[in-house]
């Protein structure tokens, strides 16, 4: 496909006042008509044809302003429908054709899941139903009727408010019709049709509209979707307190299906979920279900007014409502739970994800100016550094203008697809600040690298901290301007308390300085002895530091600094350092300050256990990887990782011991962020305590396993035995699948289990598992879980020596493409990190990857992240 530029955008020739759908549903024959109401767009090019855009689509009728259609007055083809010459400049065209749900495993457009009916259409999927200007910035009201059979389908839903339904007199089969009055973008549009129990609520909003609240879900799983319901009226609730939005419809519906390529969908009043992000029981879901679920409901919902009331303009504006509304589903889960903590996970997940996406060749800017296929566009970039540049944003302007910057964004553009140039101006405007440089984060890639060091002048009471930044080249960007950092900062003295900030004579207001230059110098005054820099607090800002802080500052900062992310930063660089030098010489340096800094953190009494948990929790092979850049052995990092767990669990048993034993378990389970936290140092202790495979560790993971009374115990225990190759790990691996047989969403935790053991035998119990009557290639969560955690979470089998590890991958990416070309592509973007690792294993990933990419006949999202990540 060729690629598409944003610099070319024109605006539609022709405009859509108003979409009427009637569907008949049938499982392999369902027929579609569509009438627009099309008008000639006044700012397009005079005498410009219709242009209608469809892919696979079967034509069957065509009539203009109620007349057939017929020759050469049109053009019909799978991809397009034209009409060269259309009468007028307004006319209502009518469209029937006819689609295939069953055959439809692409999932994208109308299809089926679980034998039920539903839709998918961001970002390009309503051309596989119905020709249409198919693109975000022709809005419309729709007005949908579906029919079918009352057996096959009792429940019909769509977007906006019910307005009529009924039987069809003399056959099986029945009828709804949806009204949704808000103009929106085909991408936005849903409809749900089939067997499914309802669990009801309402919400009264602040200005006291009564809204009906329903989550759909298979029949049977009722009992499991009242996190869900809780998660979503939390959510209403605090977007009206947070920005002032009101739900405006009198409905608001949620279905969760089986089969999802992606998370969830916003679709107007119908959100459709993986049934991942809806359903939990304690039994059956560990409490990072229960925070992705809320995250999850809480990012749909929100998308009602960053996404739907306001729309994209075209798709490189996706971090307009992207990054935006992950920020805003970051705070209300900041609100909900603790604030640092979440903060911690949400740099962690950033740094995996995004940090390692920026540093390779499927890099590319915040918006991106040119795609090939759009749907390789839901990236981390696109969605985490798309919220981090939000958060900037409010950093620098503080709650206040951030506030009227947002108001003054809702209130110029509701009802309109807007850009990230509207967006940006609504808060340049609302605060009279110039964010002309700040807008660099949206156009350059990369990673910003700060370099820092401090000096200390004693006679003139003078703290002096250089800042040099850089932006290293990506693909298609090799020079790269200075970008506007907030960095927030304090200075730390010996007794532990920050020092007054000034920078000549004015106070540094809120601790942020703002690095504008490629080399900065500031100036501290009035510091009457030698600080410790904290730096980068709260990850104000997406950037790798380096800095010249010792390891026995690090240890000063784990233990005083008055920032809590930085007190857990400063853990995480001491490990990496070791890391660092341990992948490197084979070797891994004495850890003592770690063990220190950490045995601070396990005593101290002030910090809360979730703190704990993820203070204590060592980096991840993958951000060693990244930090070592090139000449990966990921072996080696692994071993590195390894030992140093070792040393810790060693050096601080006693400690882990008692952690574990004294917070044992009390009472029912609940998901509140206290309990979760309890039980995820206890379960880190448990981990350091069996990390050296002793009889004793096993036997306590045995034991948890075995007793725990809820899932997030449980497999946390199966997962320490999963590490090691004792006959408790197959036993515990067996006696789990019996019991959770019938539950396939916990089934996908006992695949990703497997897919991740760090062994030379896991390649061919990966393989024997895709032969498991549990797996199949045609469900996205089942192959995310087996192979998408092999690829991207078992860092030494995927990159194994011999290179079966990517040849097997490469395969499973070939004969998916077939199938389900966006999940297929997802799975090769896995060898993004390739060009880090260590000659051999570079060159099999490229085999790997030259394989994928001269196979004939690919689809456009596979063929573009191969060809990208060879370029
Ligand atoms: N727009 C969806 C979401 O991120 C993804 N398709 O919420
Ligand atoms: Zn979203």
């Given amino acids: 496909p060729k690629a ?38 006044p700012e397009g090019t005079a005498g410009a044809p219709v ?37 007028a400049d307004a006319f209502v065209l009518e469209v029937e054709t006819l689609v295939d749900p069953t055959a439809n495993t692409q999932l994208m457009g109308l299809y089926r899941t679980s034998g039920n009916y539903c839709t998918q259409c961001e970002p390009e999927g309503f051309r596989r139903i119905t020709y249409y200007p198919d693109r975000p910035d022709v809005l419309s009201v729709f007005t949908t009727r579906i029919e079918a059979d009352k057996a096959e389908a009792p429940i019909l839903l769509g977007n906006g408010n019910l307005v009529e339904s009924g039987d069809i007199p003399g056959t099986s089969r029945h009828f709804a019709v949806w009204h949704d009055p808000w103009p929106k973008p085909s991408y936005l549009f849903a409809l749900v049709g089939g067997k499914l129990a309802k669990v009801a609520d309402s ?10 609240l329903g989550i759909y879900v298979e029949e049977g799983k009722e009992a499991r979707a009242g996190y869900a319901m809780d998660a979503l009226k939390r959510s209403m609730r605090w977007d009206e307190e947070a920005f002032g939005r009101e739900y405006d419809l009198d409905v608001f519906n949620i279905v969760a299906v089986s089969d999802f390529n992606m998370g969830a969908m916003e679709n107007k009043g119908l959100n459709v979920f993986n049934d991942k992000y809806v359903l939990a029981t304690p039994e059956t879901a560990t409490d990072a279900d229960y925070s992705g679920i809320e995250g999850v409901i809480a990012h749909e919902y929100f998308h009602n007014w960053t996404g739907n009331r306001i729309t994209c303009r075209d798709w490189f504006q996706l971090c307009l409502k992207e990054g935006l509304t992950v920020f805003r589903d970051q705070e209300f889960s900041s609100d909900q739970r603790s604030r640092p903590v979440k903060r911690i996970a949400d740099v962690r997940m950033l740094k995996a994800a995004q940090f390692t996406e920026d540093s390779g060749p499927l890099a590319h800017p915040v918006r991106p100016q040119t795609y090939r296929e759009i749907n390789n566009f839901y990236t981390a970039t696109v969605y985490e550094k798309g919220a981090e540049v939000v958060r900037m944003l409010k950093t620098l302007l503080g709650e206040e203008g951030f506030r009227k910057g947002m108001d003054l964004y809702f209130e110029r553009h509701d009802g309109a697809a807007a850009t990230i140039e509207d967006f940006v101006a ?42 040099k930044q850089s932006v290293p080249p990506t693909p298609g960007q090799a020079d790269k301007k200075p970008m506007l950092i907030p960095l927030a900062l304090g200075l730390v003295g010996p007794d532990g308390r920050d020092m007054p900030l000034t920078l000549g004579n004015t106070p540094v207001e809120h601790g942020v300085i703002e690095v504008k230059e490629a080399a900065q110098s500031f100036l501290f005054t009035g510091i009457e002895t030698r600080p410790v820099p904290s730096l980068n607090r709260g990850f104000s800002a997406p950037v790798n530091l380096v800095s010249d802080l010792t390891e026995a500052d690090r240890v000063f900062l784990a233990a005083h600094d008055g920032d809590p992310f930085n007190r857990f930063d400063a853990l995480q ?66 071993a590195a990782r390894k030992a140093l767990r070792i040393a810790v669990g060693t050096a601080l048993a006693a400690d882990f011991a008692r952690t574990y034993d004294s917070a044992a378990a009390g009472g029912a389970f609940a998901p509140d962020a206290a309990s979760a936290g309890r039980r995820a140092l206890r379960n880190l202790a448990l981990d350091y305590l069996a990390v050296t495979g002793t009889a004793e560790g096993i036997a306590r993971a045995k034991a948890q396993f075995e007793a725990a009374d809820n899932m ?14 004792v006959p408790e790990r197959e036993a515990a691996l067996d006696a789990f699948y019996r019991r959770f047989e019938s539950d396939a969403l916990v089934i ?124």
């Avoid at 919400?203 to 009906?212: D, I, L, M, P, Q």
């Avoid at 609504?426 to 700040?438: K, V, Y």
């Avoid at 998916?816 to 090769?828: I, M």
Wanted: aromatic residues 6%; glycine residues 6%; without cysteine.
């Fill in 4 to 41: 598409i530029h944003l610099a070319d955008y024109r605006p539609p020739e022709w405009l859509v006042d108003k979409v009427e759908l009637d569907f008949a549903l049938h499982p392999s024959q369902s027929r579609v008509t569509a009438r627009l109401a099309l008008r000639r767009n």
């Fill in 51 to 87: 242009v209608l855009e469809g892919d696979g689509l079967t034509l069957l009728r065509l009539a203009i302003d109620g007349k057939p259609l017929a020759g050469p007055s049109f053009e019909a083809s799978p991809e397009r429908l034209t009409l060269a010459h259309p009468p």
């Fill in 203 to 212: 919400f009264t909003t602040a200005s006291g509209r009564k809204v009906e």
């Fill in 426 to 467: 609504a808060f340049a405007d609302a605060t009279g600040r110039d964010l002309t440089q700040f807008a660099l984060w949206y156009a350059q890639s990369g990673t910003p690298l700060l370099t820092v060091s401090g000096s200390y002048d004693k006679e003139a009471g003078t703290f002096r901290l250089d800042v």
């Fill in 573 to 638: 660089r001491i490990a990496l350092e070791l890391l660092k030098t341990g992948a490197r010489s084979g070797t891994l340096p004495a850890p003592d300050a770690l063990v220190t800094a950490a045995g601070g953190v396990v005593a101290d009494t002030t910090l809360d256990a979730a703190f704990k948990a993820q203070a204590l929790a060592l980096p991840g092979e993958s951000e060693v990887a990244r930090e070592l850049g090139s000449d990966v052995n990921p072996d080696a990092v692994y």
């Fill in 712 to 725: 997030t115990d449980r497999f946390a225990a199966l997962a320490v035995l999963a590490q090691h190759d």
């Fill in 748 to 871: 996908d935790k006992w695949f990703i289990l497997q897919a991740q053991i760090a062994s030379e035998g896991t390649l061919d119990r990966v393989k024997g598992l895709m032969l498991h009557p549990a797996f199949s290639l045609s469900n996205p969560n089942r192959v995310r879980s087996l192979i998408g955690a092999f690829a991207a979470a078992n860092s030494t089998q995927f990159n194994r020596a011999d290179g079966a590890g990517h040849a097997f991958v490469a395969d499973v990416v070939l004969s998916l493409d077939g199938k389900n070309p966006q999940v297929a592509a997802r799975l090769l973007a896995s060898f993004k990190t390739f060009r880090q690792l260590e000659p051999v294993r570079r060159a099999s990933a490229e085999r790997a990857l030259r394989k994928v990419a001269e196979t004939p006949g690919l689809s456009a999202d596979v063929s573009d992240i191969a060809t990208r990540s060879l370029g």
